[in-house]
């Protein structure tokens, strides 16, 4: 398997949860973006941050961090976009700041299918529906992304279908995808 870059999300306005950044948010008794690094580090060869505010205490962490380029809140794509510009491998996987539950074998079935499917990105399906911001891609397909976000793209579900994205099956690990986006999210287990 090539080297990947896990690429963390983190650069929403964080509206479901009265404008409070989510990553930073405290999810039993540690900033959410922590659990989330502590499932992806294991999996990667490198991590990069992407986020727009609170950048002292995302560096804290130790990792790259990129701002988007696009105007507030473009979506995470523009995140992705900046952060496809400065990896350091070939494959990169991105992941939303707000998941402390990743499977431990994300990367490597992401990475296993884009292999399989001649280099096309891929994107994690947990049997019900798809989700578009768990997905693996070339570093170089950047370029592609970065021109369709100029012509006023937005939607992640959008660019991966345009892309020609194959859906990696991941319906053995359903509730791995749980985001945690609301207040009442973060009091469950």
Not at 34 to 63: K, M
Not at 117 to 133: S, Y
Request: charged share 25%; hydrophobic share 40%; proline share 7%.
């Amino acid at each position: 398997m090539d080297s990947v870059t896990g690429i963390v999300l983190a650069g929403g306005a964080g509206a479901r949860l009265g404008g409070a950044d989510k990553g930073l948010h405290d999810f039993r008794g540690r900033p959410l973006v922590e659990w989330t690094l502590d499932r992806l580090q294991p999996q990667v060869d490198a991590v990069i941050i992407s986020c727009n505010r609170n950048l002292d205490r995302y560096a804290s962490f130790g990792h790259p961090l990129v701002q988007d380029r696009l105007p507030p809140h473009a979506g995470p794509l523009a995140g992705l976009v900046a952060a496809l510009s400065v990896a350091p491998t070939p494959l990169c996987v991105s992941v939303p700041c707000d998941n402390p539950h990743l499977p431990a074998n994300l990367v490597a079935r992401l990475a296993e299918a884009h292999a399989a499917h001649d280099g096309q990105p891929c994107v994690a399906h947990d049997g019900e529906r798809e989700q578009w911001l768990y997905a693996i891609m070339r570093r170089d397909q950047g370029r592609e992304l970065d021109l369709w976000l100029d012509q006023g793209g937005r939607a992640a579900r959008e660019w991966y279908r345009a892309a020609g994205a194959v859906m990696v099956d991941f319906s053995d690990a359903r509730d791995a995808f749980r985001n945690l986006n609301l207040h009442r999210d973060f009091e469950s287990p």
